[in-house]
């Protein structure tokens, strides 16, 4: 396998932002994250990305520039990133580029996912071949396109004394079960960070509920959560996939009765993220010896100490343990997928999306 430097760029549904990393991957594929560097969208980028979730007017138009919009700001942190390691666009082989996820619709017959970037305009500005597009062949496959990262956690993390569970707590939750007697398999197990946000900032003006401090001030309402919980999405057994067009603050109002305390709502919403975590790991993966946390959500404290006693007689941790930092594992998955799809191998796992067989992922935009 050939050694070399990629790019990768994850904007995730979060909304928070741009993370984009510099990765070295050298022959046995073995990562060393040269350098990082996290690009905030603002408050007028955001709830323009949020207004383009659901059908509007002119909506075409409106994703097209905002396609140009984040591909000039995803240029600007690979800028940095190359400013920052004094490397110049020769020297790294491609950027994998996620683009920012505005509709994922896993139904089958009907199925799509639509990624907003403008990746010819990314390789121009950046002068760096440009990977995008990784969901689709995988749903034109028959997959979910979705998630994808199982494949760099099983590259990254699969280790043949251990049986581990990754767990990636961005907007939605996805998780990875590595186990070196099985095929690796994987899924979407509901809501990570996404109600939490949306619910923090319309009662609080804070676009996130930072250490879970304001969620520790309320209670959890157990009938609320078992609404929550009894959605049929969560009853669903993987391959499954979701987003913002499920988990939205639509559906989060339709399970309310109008007289709970917002603090009581967001101790329940960071219970429901905990209660769809650990369910999915008592229903799929009982065998876990450790839970390997990533994604935004392992900062939040108060989420991660309830974690830890859920899952009592597992241990939890984060990737940080195993060579690559929490907040920038997905984005090296994407440097990791771009690299794939150089070497012409499969990016996908069919365990995971479901996919009749593996595919390489990815439109090539050369330099
Ligand atoms: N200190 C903190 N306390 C609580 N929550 C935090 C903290 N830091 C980050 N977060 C949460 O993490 C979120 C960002 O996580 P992340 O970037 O992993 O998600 P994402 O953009 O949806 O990514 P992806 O789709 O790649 O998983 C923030 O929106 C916030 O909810
Ligand atoms: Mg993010």
Sequence with gaps: MESGRYIGIMSGTSLDGVDAVLVDFDHNQRASCIETFFSPFDNTLRSRLLALHHSGGD?????????????????RAVAILLERSALAPRNVIAIGCHGQTIRHCPEIDKSYTIQLVNAALLAELTEITVIADFRNRDIAAGGQGAPLVPAFHKAMFMDS????????????????YLDPKIPVSGFDCGPGNLLMDAWCLQHTGQSYDKNGQWAATGQVIPALLDSFISADYFACTPPKS?????????WLRSHLQGHESPEDVQATLMQLTITSITQSIEQFYPATETVYVCGGGAHNFQMMRHLKNALSDKKLAVTDELGVQ?????????????????????????????????????????A
């Design 161 to 176: 004394n251990s049986r581990r569970t990754i767990i990636n707590i961005g907007g939605i939750a996805n998780l990875t």
């Design 242 to 250: 979701t987003g913002r067009d499920l988990f939205n603050i639509t």
């Design 59 to 75: 909506e075409l138009n409106k994703a097209a520039l905002i396609s140009n919009q984040l591909s000039h700001q995803y240029a």
């Design 326 to 366: 929490a907040d920038w594992v997905e984005a090296c998955a994407f440097a990791w997928l771009a690299r794939q799809a150089i070497l012409k191998q499969p990016g996908n796992i069919p365990s995971v999306t479901g996919a009749k067989g593996e595919r390489i992922l990815g439109a090539i935009y050369s």
